[in-house]
Each structure stands twice: as structure tokens, then as C-alpha cells.
């Protein structure tokens, strides 16, 4: 057969093709790794799906994509598809940051659940969070609380996308960009606005613009960039304008701590941004608004005080001074964030941000009125799809409040976030208020919901309906007609099962256990919609919030529901689910047993009749009674013979307690006496001499720990920072006390009585300390120690202590500031010189400067490079020049290269390659450990060397070539 040379050329390329190699993969996912611990989650994830493409089913690897999805701008939709594939592999045993882990952490749960919530899946949401916190340990409570909040975002969610307001939005083109446009803030008359620009994904244009346009004849014109006319270092951002338009809030963005700037417009142009009062800037204050007049600024700060993370303040301008800071007080403010106020110009309504509240997930906008009293009512949730699962931060309100200017992404938009303008239409019957949405919230929720074991809960994809196979003698399944509706109501669907209380209201109630353990409360079957509709809006009356319309044809949870509810030894739990069914016809509405072989079709499933009552409900009662009668006499009589044996082995244990002690009492009284004189000694007398014993010093800090009796120490010094041991150099010791107000005092000795501390209190004041005087510790320690003492008494024999200090004056240091895989090249670092490379034994290259005598030093110069933009610096034993180069050289050559023998790796395959693939080269074939063929070539003395080289291999064709030490291949 003859081949094209289209053939020819596809057979030659695939036929020849290696698999990246496993350094290669490992070198994505490191540098990926790196990327998620700076927030960097574009670039990561360009990485993980390079490793994706090769490894689908590596669950490790989906997670990591999963999260970098939920971290975009515009891709969040497609974490699911990820995360569905990590959760099928986890593990409690994670090895986070490991290329070779294929499992994903437990975390996966949690941003499943997140994933799910954001596609507004708020019940497969509530699985998850249910799986995870059953993952979660008895000391985890803050990670517990967080998983709760996000539950109850959930069950709001639900009520307000079941009532959704009237949303328009119109996208103003001329002034969105392919890139984030955001915080747009607009002039009472909509003449000017002014808005932030930034890339949000990845790292191309790392600086935010503010930028100007004005509005002519109803149309905004083209933005004016007014970045530089602000003074702006790419660091600010647009916060708010007064309605005249004479003042611009902004914010900068140190996240060590976020402060308030104010610009005005004088003499045609604006001022330079000056921070805003110290009692708005105090601690961290990302946002801010003006009252009309002036003389009101509502600020969002995360000052110590408040009800928990950023709460909403104001300070009001009295006689030319600003009133000290007042809190907004619980009616707005929650344990969770509140940012971005903005007061309207008639100065009584307040929006604003909150992840608190009824929030349906992240930050929701809400807005809360002044009453009569000049307090504030209950926030209002601007409701969906206004607000959203996802973050909704920034919402600018005219006039009226329900129109506004807002930032968001949307599909159809010019790229990551554009500004639009939007209008609102609440329905005033479904306008609740936080207070209303908790209450509604609240009846939605599982009672004491809990998850015994993690276990896997995917169910099978059960879309066709034609035949459903039983599949499992504790399931069964009902074989339903193609295309055929059949409506039912779920009025619950919890972890527990329910108390009988909870459903009296209701009779035909149909109990399942799915197959994932939860338990789901199914009313009625329904040949079409209507008829279902019209008891659905009854049970909604009586207040089942939680009640969903469910298509049974779709819902294959209720076909795989376990119907033996076999709870081990203890039965009465499922006895009370069986009570609950239809009461009229058991046989007909309680889910068949598991045990039949019968299928069920269409035909066999009896449409329950709520209105109709059975006859012989009165007989039933009785039985029920009589049953119940009989299970709490048994149930008192096991009761009080428990109750009679605990008590008699109580009193054995008591018994055996009290001898023991009586023994162990006279052992410590005789031991007592036999060493009290050594014991005084410790604690009356200073040792002679700079020389203490560790014996010595772990006796004085056991028995200032320890102690419960009035003792005295004689107090040397207060000091609000830890080190200067010099200062201790007339004593043999001294006790450090880390205090719980955030100083350090010293004292020496113990003593028995005041009168004894006082005669060594001369002693110390002849040393030179002319301020020491004698303290009650036990009075000292109530007022300075909370119940951690133990670590935070501790006493120090100083000559070691002054001898380790000048050791560490003699070590050298320098300061790291990057590494890589790769070189980089000279000039790469700016801000610094002298900036060195090491190649290191694994590999990586290591970029640092400087060499400084002692720690203190070294520690001084990293804020020095972390303030010129090196923020991941950190300190590193100083290696020597003779195994580095100076990155600012000019000629390689001229400079001490690292010495070894080096090669350079040219391909890993999993199968041998021919010889004829590497034409042009002289390589050598090495079989890893990992079974791959690697072949390597050349053999040089220093790195400059091997670079040149390098440059040839690759310029072959072989692009993941790399230098290596030859040792590696040993």
C-alpha cells in the first residue's frame, strides 16, 4: 500500500511523540502550587490543566482545578465538572503540595458544596455541607460555624429564589473593557462618573486605573484615564462622590492596612488624596459615604470592639470636630462582614453590603431605613437575582434606592466585570426583611442534622426512565412509562428522621431513606402539574417552607429510597417513620419491602386522598396507645435497674478512691518532710556565682506555676518587648512572665513571707536595679495570667543566654527574594543589587543578596525588600560567594560558577525511543525507578557551560530540556 505524504508525515510525528515527563509534570503542578499560596489562580490553573491533559481521573488534580475555577472571574460554572471528579477519590490523610498525591483532601465536600450553592443547586448544596462537617473534628468548632453560616445562606437562598424580584439591567459598552471594570460611583444628576479598572485574572496588569467620563445628552462619552491627575500609584480605587460632585472617596490597597483617601475639586483640577481622619483610619477602612451636608461619614472599619470582622460606623462633624467613632449597632451589623455604605441624598436610608443577615451566600446588598426613634430597622435583602450566591459587593443607588449602577460578570459582557445600569421591582408581598427571611429560614432546616459517616453519595444517573433494574435486595425501584409526568411534594428532606410532632398537620405523609442516608418526606403522587400545584400552595400555607414540587420521573432519589430503615438494636426510630405514613391506606403509600420481587408500575401506585380520614382511625389510635403504654413501662423498669447498678459501682469506686488517697496522702507527707529543708534553701537563697543548674531554674518555674499558696518574688523590671538579656547581667537568673496585657516583667526568687523577700530585695537593689520590689505572685498571677501559664512563665540562666546572643551577633545571613526552575535573566531584580543565583541540588535556582552580621540585621533589611515589592522574602543562612554568581555581571565567565558536573536531559519516555529520534545528538539512555527511559547528554564543569548547549537542544526541537547535576542519574 502506498502512503501520502500526509500519512507519512502523521505516522512519523505520533508515531515518535513523548509524553511530558514526569520532572516536567512535577515542574507545572510546584509552580502551580506556588501560585494558589499568592492568589494567583489564573496562572495555576493553566498549569493543573496542562497536567489534566495527560491524568483525567487524578482527583488531586480536579480539585485544584475545581478551586481555581471557583477563585475566576467568568469561569466558576465550570468547577463542578471538577469537583464531581475529586470527590470520587478522598482521603483524610492529604498530602497537601505533593505532585505525587492523587487523592483530594476533604475539603473537596465543602467546595463541592460551594460549587452547587453558586449554581443555585441549594439542596445537593446542603448534602455536601452535611458530608463535610461530618468530617470535621470535635476541636474544629470555627471551621463548624462557617459550614452552619453557609447552610443557613442556603435555606435563604431557596425562599428568595422561589420569590425572585424584577431585575433589568442594560450594559453601558462604551465604558466596559475586556478587562474588570468596577466600583462605579455617579453624580446626583448622572453627569459624571467615576469608576476602577484592573485585570482581577492573572497578573499581565497588576495595577488598578481610575478613569473619568461624562454623560452628554443622555449618553456616556469615552473614559479619560485620571490615574496620574490623582496621584494615584496604581493602588487606589473609586469608593464614592458626593452628590455635587466636589469630593472623591478612595481606598488604597495595602493589605496590611486598607485606609481612607479624600480628593476635592478646587481650581478646575483635583487634589492630591489625603488620608481621612485618624478616627476612620484607625484600623483597616475599605470603604466610606457622606451624608449630603457634609457633616456624616458612614465607614466600614474592622477596629477591635465590634460584633466581628468589618462592621459600619459613623462620625458626625460637631463645632468643626469629628465625634469619636459609633457603631451602627446589631440591627446592621453581624458577626460577619459589612462593607460598602451608601447613604442616599435624603439621608435616611443606608445600603450596604453583608455577608451576614439573610445573605444567600458571600456578600448580598441590603438596605435598612431610620425609624421615627433614629434608629435602625431591619435590613431589607435586595433580593435575587439582584443579589446572588456568588459575591455581591458594590452597589451604587440613585435617588430612589432601586435604581443604580453596579458591577458583575455576565457571559454576554465585554470581558471580566462590566458596570451596568439596573433597576429593581420588589413585589411587595415577598419583600422580606432579614428578621422575616430568619424565621422562614429556620423552618427549612434539619432537625439536629448529622452525618454518622462519610460515605459516598453519588447516585447513578437514572435520566431515561425506561427500565430502573433492581439492583440491590435493600432497594427497591419502580419501573416507570417513557415521557410520562407524575408530579409529588417533598416536604422534607433531612439527615434524622423527623419527630411525629412535626407532621401533624399533615396526614398521607410518605417516609424514604435514600440510598446517600437521607431521609426525604414525600406527600401525594400526581398525574400532572396542576393537580399538585393546588396542594402544594396548602402546605405552603401551613408553613412548610421547605416543601418543593418534585417531577418523579426526574427525581431518582425517590425511586432508590431504602424502605427497611433498619437502625441496628434500637427499632423505636423506625418505628416512629413507619407512623408517619398515610394512616388511610398503609399498604398503598408506604414504600413496598425490600424484600418483594414485585415491580411496580404506573397502575399499581394509588393516588392518596388527603381529605379523606380512614375509618378506623379511633382503633388505631388505641392500638397505638397501648403499644406506647407498654414500651415506657418496660422502658422505666430497664431504666431503674441501670439506675440501682450504677449507684452500687459508683459506691465500690468511691470506696477504692478514698483508700487510695489516704495512701498516697501519708507517701507526700513523709516525702514532704524529708526534703522541706532543701526545698526552703531553693526558694529563700540566690545561688552564689553566674553558674546555675537547669535543676535549679526548672524548680523556681514548677513552683511559680504550680503555686496556690501566698509566696513573694521580688519583681526586677517591665518591658513591652522580649530579648534584652544585657540588661539582667548583675543576676545568675530571672524569671520571664509574658503577661496577658502584652508586656514582660522579670522577677527573681521565691520566698515564703514578705519579711524574707525584703532582706534579699537589698541585695538586688545593690546590683543596680534600684526599682526591683517584692510582689504577692499569687495576687500577680490571678491579674496577669489567664489559665495558660504554663507557657508563659519561663526562667532563664543568663550567662548561657548572653553567650547565645553573641554567638548569633557572629552568624551571617541574606535575604532570599525569589527561585525558580529556570535562570532568569540578568536585570531580572529590581530594587536590589548585588542579587546572587545558586543552583541548588534539587535543581531549582535560588536568587538572593546581601550578607548581614547577626539576625536582628537581617531582619531590618527584609522590610526593606518586601517594601520594594519582594513581599514573599524571607531570611536564609548565608551560603558564600563561592558557590553562587552575581546575577548583575555582565560576562558569565568573569564570575565563580558552582562546582560539579553537569548534564543536560533531553526527553523521559515510557517507552525506549530510537536512536534516530534524537538526530543531531549523542545521548545516553538511563532507566529511572519510575520505569521511564531518560536520556541525557553532555557532561560539564560548570553551569555557563551547560547553558550554551542548552540553547542548541532546544533550538532542535526538544523544548523541556533542562540542566541537571549528573549525581541525579547515579
Given at each position: 500500500?502506498?502512503?501520502?505524504?500526509?500519512?507519512?508525515?502523521?505516522?512519523?510525528?505520533?508515531?515518535?511523540?513523548?509524553?511530558?515527563?514526569?520532572?516536567?509534570?512535577?515542574?507545572?503542578?510546584?509552580?502551580?502550587?506556588?501560585?494558589?499560596?499568592?492568589?494567583?489562580?489564573?496562572?495555576?490553573?493553566?498549569?493543573?490543566?496542562?497536567?489534566?491533559?495527560?491524568?483525567?481521573?487524578?482527583?488531586?488534580?480536579?480539585?485544584?482545578?475545581?478551586?481555581?475555577?471557583?477563585?475566576?472571574?467568568?469561569?466558576?460554572?465550570?468547577?463542578?465538572?471538577?469537583?464531581?471528579?475529586?470527590?470520587?477519590?478522598?482521603?483524610?490523610?492529604?498530602?497537601?503540595?505533593?505532585?505525587?498525591?492523587?487523592?483530594?483532601?476533604?475539603?473537596?465536600?465543602?467546595?463541592?458544596?460551594?460549587?452547587?450553592?453558586?449554581?443555585?443547586?441549594?439542596?445537593?448544596?446542603?448534602?455536601?455541607?452535611?458530608?463535610?462537617?461530618?468530617?470535621?473534628?470535635?476541636?474544629?468548632?470555627?471551621?463548624?460555624?462557617?459550614?452552619?453560616?453557609?447552610?443557613?445562606?442556603?435555606?435563604?437562598?431557596?425562599?428568595?429564589?422561589?420569590?425572585?424580584?424584577?431585575?433589568?439591567?442594560?450594559?453601558?459598552?462604551?465604558?466596559?473593557?475586556?478587562?474588570?471594570?468596577?466600583?462605579?460611583?455617579?453624580?446626583?444628576?448622572?453627569?459624571?462618573?467615576?469608576?476602577?479598572?484592573?485585570?482581577?485574572?492573572?497578573?499581565?496588569?497588576?495595577?488598578?486605573?481610575?478613569?473619568?467620563?461624562?454623560?452628554?445628552?443622555?449618553?456616556?462619552?469615552?473614559?479619560?484615564?485620571?490615574?496620574?491627575?490623582?496621584?494615584?500609584?496604581?493602588?487606589?480605587?473609586?469608593?464614592?462622590?458626593?452628590?455635587?460632585?466636589?469630593?472623591?472617596?478612595?481606598?488604597?490597597?495595602?493589605?496590611?492596612?486598607?485606609?481612607?483617601?479624600?480628593?476635592?475639586?478646587?481650581?478646575?483640577?483635583?487634589?492630591?488624596?489625603?488620608?481621612?481622619?485618624?478616627?476612620?483610619?484607625?484600623?483597616?477602612?475599605?470603604?466610606?459615604?457622606?451624608?449630603?451636608?457634609?457633616?456624616?461619614?458612614?465607614?466600614?472599619?474592622?477596629?477591635?470592639?465590634?460584633?466581628?470582622?468589618?462592621?459600619?460606623?459613623?462620625?458626625?462633624?460637631?463645632?468643626?470636630?469629628?465625634?469619636?467613632?459609633?457603631?451602627?449597632?446589631?440591627?446592621?451589623?453581624?458577626?460577619?462582614?459589612?462593607?460598602?455604605?451608601?447613604?442616599?441624598?435624603?439621608?435616611?436610608?443606608?445600603?450596604?453590603?453583608?455577608?451576614?443577615?439573610?445573605?444567600?451566600?458571600?456578600?448580598?446588598?441590603?438596605?435598612?431605613?431610620?425609624?421615627?426613634?433614629?434608629?435602625?430597622?431591619?435590613?431589607?435583602?435586595?433580593?435575587?437575582?439582584?443579589?446572588?450566591?456568588?459575591?455581591?459587593?458594590?452597589?451604587?443607588?440613585?435617588?430612589?434606592?432601586?435604581?443604580?449602577?453596579?458591577?458583575?460578570?455576565?457571559?454576554?459582557?465585554?470581558?471580566?466585570?462590566?458596570?451596568?445600569?439596573?433597576?429593581?421591582?420588589?413585589?411587595?408581598?415577598?419583600?422580606?426583611?432579614?428578621?422575616?427571611?430568619?424565621?422562614?429560614?429556620?423552618?427549612?432546616?434539619?432537625?439536629?442534622?448529622?452525618?454518622?459517616?462519610?460515605?459516598?453519595?453519588?447516585?447513578?444517573?437514572?435520566?431515561?426512565?425506561?427500565?430502573?433494574?433492581?439492583?440491590?435486595?435493600?432497594?427497591?425501584?419502580?419501573?416507570?412509562?417513557?415521557?410520562?409526568?407524575?408530579?409529588?411534594?417533598?416536604?422534607?428532606?433531612?439527615?434524622?428522621?423527623?419527630?411525629?410532632?412535626?407532621?401533624?398537620?399533615?396526614?398521607?405523609?410518605?417516609?424514604?431513606?435514600?440510598?446517600?442516608?437521607?431521609?426525604?418526606?414525600?406527600?401525594?403522587?400526581?398525574?400532572?402539574?396542576?393537580?399538585?400545584?393546588?396542594?402544594?400552595?396548602?402546605?405552603?400555607?401551613?408553613?412548610?417552607?421547605?416543601?418543593?414540587?418534585?417531577?418523579?420521573?426526574?427525581?431518582?432519589?425517590?425511586?432508590?429510597?431504602?424502605?427497611?430503615?433498619?437502625?441496628?438494636?434500637?427499632?423505636?426510630?423506625?418505628?416512629?417513620?413507619?407512623?408517619?405514613?398515610?394512616?388511610?391506606?398503609?399498604?398503598?403509600?408506604?414504600?413496598?419491602?425490600?424484600?418483594?420481587?414485585?415491580?411496580?408500575?404506573?397502575?399499581?401506585?394509588?393516588?392518596?386522598?388527603?381529605?379523606?380520614?380512614?375509618?378506623?382511625?379511633?382503633?388505631?389510635?388505641?392500638?397505638?396507645?397501648?403499644?406506647?403504654?407498654?414500651?415506657?413501662?418496660?422502658?422505666?423498669?430497664?431504666?431503674?435497674?441501670?439506675?440501682?447498678?450504677?449507684?452500687?459501682?459508683?459506691?465500690?469506686?468511691?470506696?477504692?478512691?478514698?483508700?487510695?488517697?489516704?495512701?498516697?496522702?501519708?507517701?507526700?507527707?513523709?516525702?514532704?518532710?524529708?526534703?522541706?529543708?532543701?526545698?526552703?534553701?531553693?526558694?529563700?537563697?540566690?545561688?552564689?556565682?553566674?553558674?546555675?543548674?537547669?535543676?535549679y531554674l526548672n524548680e523556681i518555674t514548677e513552683k511559680l506555676i504550680n503555686s496556690d499558696k501566698e509566696i513573694f518574688v521580688i519583681q526586677i523590671a517591665t518591658v513591652a518587648k522580649a530579648g534584652n538579656v544585657s540588661y539582667f547581667k548583675?543576676?545568675?537568673?530571672?524569671?520571664?512572665?509574658?503577661?496577658?496585657?502584652?508586656?514582660?516583667?522579670?522577677?527573681?526568687?521565691?520566698?515564703?513571707?514578705?519579711?524574707?523577700?525584703?532582706?534579699?530585695?537589698?541585695?538586688?537593689?545593690?546590683?543596680?536595679?534600684?526599682?526591683?520590689?517584692?510582689?504577692?505572685?499569687?495576687?500577680?498571677?490571678?491579674?496577669?495570667?489567664?489559665?495558660?501559664?504554663?507557657?508563659?512563665?519561663?526562667?532563664?540562666?543568663?550567662?548561657?543566654?548572653?553567650?547565645?546572643?553573641?554567638?548569633?551577633?557572629?552568624?551571617?545571613?541574606?535575604?532570599?527574594?525569589?527561585?525558580?526552575?529556570?535562570?532568569?535573566?540578568?536585570?531580572?531584580?529590581?530594587?536590589?543589587?548585588?542579587?546572587?543565583?545558586?543552583?541548588?541540588?534539587?535543581?531549582?535556582?535560588?536568587?538572593?543578596?546581601?550578607?548581614?552580621?547577626?539576625?536582628?540585621?537581617?531582619?531590618?533589611?527584609?522590610?526593606?525588600?518586601?517594601?520594594?515589592?519582594?513581599?514573599?522574602?524571607?531570611?536564609?543562612?548565608?551560603?558564600?560567594?563561592?558557590?553562587?554568581?552575581?546575577?548583575?555581571?555582565?560576562?558569565?565567565?568573569?564570575?565563580?560558577?558552582?562546582?560539579?558536573?553537569?548534564?543536560?536531559?533531553?526527553?523521559?519516555?515510557?517507552?525506549?525511543?530510537?536512536?534516530?529520534?534524537?538526530?543531531?545528538?549523542?545521548?545516553?539512555?538511563?532507566?529511572?525507578?519510575?520505569?521511564?527511559?531518560?536520556?541525557?547528554?553532555?557532561?560539564?564543569?560548570?553551569?555557563?557551560?551547560?547553558?550554551?548547549?542548552?540553547?542548541?537542544?532546544?533550538?532542535?526541537?526538544?523544548?523541556?530540556?533542562?540542566?541537571?547535576?549528573?549525581?541525579?542519574?547515579?
Amino acid at each position: 500500500m502506498k502512503l501520502s505524504f500526509t500519512t507519512l508525515f502523521f505516522v512519523i510525528l505520533f508515531g515518535y511523540s513523548f509524553p511530558q515527563s514526569f520532572s516536567t509534570l512535577k515542574a507545572y503542578f510546584d509552580d502551580a502550587d506556588y501560585d494558589i499560596s499568592q492568589e494567583d489562580y489564573s496562572s495555576a490553573l493553566n498549569k493543573f490543566l496542562r497536567i489534566y491533559k495527560v491524568d483525567t481521573l487524578n482527583s488531586n488534580i480536579n480539585y485544584e482545578i475545581g478551586i481555581c475555577y471557583l477563585n475566576s472571574v467568568e469561569q466558576k460554572r465550570k468547577a463542578v465538572k471538577h469537583l464531581e471528579k475529586a470527590i470520587k477519590e478522598v482521603t483524610p490523610n492529604y498530602q497537601n503540595g505533593t505532585y505525587t498525591e492523587r487523592k483530594a483532601p476533604y475539603d473537596a465536600y465543602l467546595q463541592m458544596a460551594n460549587a452547587y450553592a453558586l449554581e443555585n443547586e441549594f439542596d445537593k448544596a446542603l448534602d455536601y455541607y452535611n458530608l463535610y462537617k461530618a468530617t470535621l473534628l470535635p476541636r474544629e468548632n470555627a471551621l463548624k460555624a462557617k459550614v452552619e453560616r453557609k447552610m443557613e445562606s442556603c435555606y435563604f437562598a431557596k425562599i428568595l429564589v422561589k420569590h425572585p424580584v424584577t431585575f433589568e439591567k442594560t450594559e453601558i459598552p462604551d465604558i466596559n473593557s475586556v478587562v474588570s471594570d468596577y466600583n462605579p460611583v455617579v453624580t446626583s444628576d448622572e453627569s459624571q462618573m467615576f469608576f476602577t479598572f484592573e485585570q482581577l485574572a492573572g497578573k499581565s496588569i497588576g495595577e488598578k486605573r481610575i478613569y473619568h467620563v461624562v454623560k452628554s445628552d443622555g449618553k456616556w462619552g469615552q473614559p479619560i484615564n485620571y490615574t496620574d491627575l490623582l496621584a494615584s500609584d496604581g493602588n487606589l480605587s473609586t469608593v464614592f462622590i458626593t452628590y455635587d460632585g466636589k469630593t472623591l472617596l478612595l481606598c488604597d490597597d495595602d493589605e496590611s492596612k486598607i485606609s481612607m483617601y479624600e480628593s476635592k475639586f478646587e481650581k478646575k483640577q483635583w487634589t492630591v488624596p489625603k488620608k481621612l481622619p485618624r478616627k476612620i483610619n484607625s484600623a483597616s477602612s475599605p470603604s466610606a459615604s457622606m451624608s449630603k451636608d457634609g457633616k456624616t461619614i458612614y465607614f466600614s472599619n474592622n477596629h477591635k470592639g465590634g460584633f466581628g470582622g468589618f462592621d459600619l460606623y459613623k462620625i458626625v462633624k460637631k463645632g468643626g470636630e469629628w465625634s469619636e467613632p459609633v457603631n451602627l449597632g446589631p440591627s446592621v451589623n453581624t458577626p460577619f462582614d459589612e462593607i460598602c455604605p451608601v447613604i442616599l441624598e435624603e439621608n435616611k436610608t443606608l445600603f450596604f453590603s453583608s455577608e451576614g443577615h439573610s445573605s444567600m451566600g458571600g456578600l448580598d446588598v441590603f438596605y435598612s431605613r431610620l425609624d421615627a426613634q433614629g434608629g435602625w430597622c431591619a435590613p431589607v435583602n435586595m433580593g435575587y437575582p439582584f443579589n446572588t450566591p456568588d459575591d455581591n459587593a458594590f452597589y451604587w443607588p440613585l435617588k430612589d434606592g432601586f435604581s443604580g449602577y453596579i458591577s458583575l460578570y455576565d457571559e454576554s459582557g465585554q470581558g471580566e466585570k462590566d458596570i451596568y445600569f439596573v433597576k429593581v421591582t420588589p413585589d411587595k408581598k415577598f419583600l422580606f426583611t432579614v428578621d422575616e427571611l430568619a424565621k422562614l429560614g429556620i423552618a427549612t432546616k434539619d432537625t439536629a442534622p448529622k452525618i454518622l459517616s462519610v460515605k459516598d453519595t453519588s447516585v447513578k444517573d437514572f435520566s431515561t426512565h425506561d427500565i430502573l433494574k433492581k439492583d440491590s435486595s435493600e432497594t427497591t425501584v419502580y419501573k416507570i412509562k417513557k415521557d410520562t409526568t407524575l408530579m409529588t411534594i417533598m416536604i422534607k428532606d433531612t439527615t434524622r428522621p423527623l419527630e411525629s410532632a412535626y407532621l401533624k398537620e399533615i396526614e398521607g405523609v410518605k417516609a424514604l431513606r435514600s440510598v446517600n442516608g437521607f431521609f426525604r418526606y414525600y406527600y401525594g403522587v400526581y398525574k400532572n402539574y396542576d393537580d399538585a400545584s393546588k396542594d402544594f400552595d396548602k402546605i405552603l400555607k401551613i408553613g412548610f417552607y421547605s416543601a418543593q414540587l418534585i417531577n418523579i420521573s426526574e427525581d431518582s432519589l425517590y425511586y432508590l429510597a431504602k424502605a427497611d430503615f433498619n437502625f441496628g438494636a434500637d427499632t423505636s426510630q423506625a418505628d416512629q417513620l413507619l407512623d408517619l405514613v398515610d394512616n388511610t391506606d398503609t399498604r398503598n403509600n408506604r414504600v413496598k419491602d425490600n424484600k418483594s420481587k414485585n415491580k411496580i408500575s404506573l397502575d399499581d401506585i394509588t393516588l392518596p386522598n388527603p381529605d379523606t380520614k380512614a375509618e378506623n382511625k379511633e382503633a388505631i389510635k388505641k392500638e397505638k396507645a397501648e403499644k406506647k403504654a407498654k414500651e415506657k413501662a418496660e422502658k422505666e423498669a430497664r431504666k431503674k435497674a441501670e439506675t440501682e447498678e450504677k449507684a452500687r459501682i459508683k459506691a465500690e469506686a468511691e470506696k477504692a478512691k478514698a483508700e487510695s488517697k489516704k495512701q498516697k496522702t501519708e507517701a507526700k507527707a513523709k516525702k514532704s518532710e524529708k526534703n522541706a529543708a532543701a526545698e526552703n534553701k531553693t526558694a529563700d537563697t540566690l545561688p552564689a556565682g553566674r553558674q546555675v543548674s537547669a535543676k535549679y531554674l526548672n524548680e523556681i518555674t514548677e513552683k511559680l506555676i504550680n503555686s496556690d499558696k501566698e509566696i513573694f518574688v521580688i519583681q526586677i523590671a517591665t518591658v513591652a518587648k522580649a530579648g534584652n538579656v544585657s540588661y539582667f547581667k548583675n543576676i545568675p537568673y530571672v524569671t520571664e512572665h509574658d503577661c496577658k496585657d502584652g508586656k514582660y516583667r522579670y522577677s527573681i526568687g521565691i520566698y515564703q513571707s514578705m519579711e524574707d523577700a525584703k532582706k534579699e530585695l537589698e541585695k538586688i537593689k545593690e546590683a543596680g536595679y534600684k526599682d526591683a520590689y517584692v510582689v504577692n505572685f499569687l495576687k500577680f498571677k490571678t491579674k496577669y495570667f489567664d489559665t495558660d501559664i504554663a507557657n508563659r512563665v519561663k526562667t532563664f540562666d543568663l550567662k548561657t543566654e548572653e553567650e547565645k546572643a553573641k554567638a548569633e551577633e557572629t552568624k551571617l545571613y541574606a535575604i532570599q527574594i525569589g527561585s525558580s526552575i529556570k535562570p532568569v535573566n540578568p536585570g531580572y531584580f529590581k530594587g536590589v543589587s548585588d542579587v546572587k543565583e545558586k543552583l541548588t541540588r534539587n535543581g531549582y535556582y535560588k536568587y538572593y543578596y546581601g550578607k548581614y552580621a547577626g539576625y536582628k540585621a537581617a531582619k531590618a533589611e527584609l522590610e526593606n525588600a518586601r517594601n520594594a515589592g519582594y513581599k514573599d522574602a524571607f531570611i536564609i543562612k548565608y551560603t558564600g560567594e563561592d558557590v553562587a554568581k552575581t546575577l548583575t555581571s555582565a560576562d558569565d565567565n568573569t564570575t565563580p560558577e558552582p562546582h560539579g558536573t553537569y548534564t543536560i536531559q533531553v526527553a523521559s519516555s515510557k517507552k525506549r525511543a530510537e536512536a534516530k529520534y534524537f538526530k543531531g545528538l549523542d545521548v545516553k539512555e538511563i532507566e529511572g525507578k519510575n520505569g521511564f527511559y531518560i536520556y541525557i547528554t553532555g557532561d560539564y564543569n560548570s553551569v555557563g557551560s551547560a547553558r550554551k548547549d542548552l540553547k542548541k537542544v532546544i533550538g532542535l526541537g526538544f523544548k523541556d530540556a533542562f540542566i541537571n547535576r549528573t549525581e541525579k542519574y547515579q
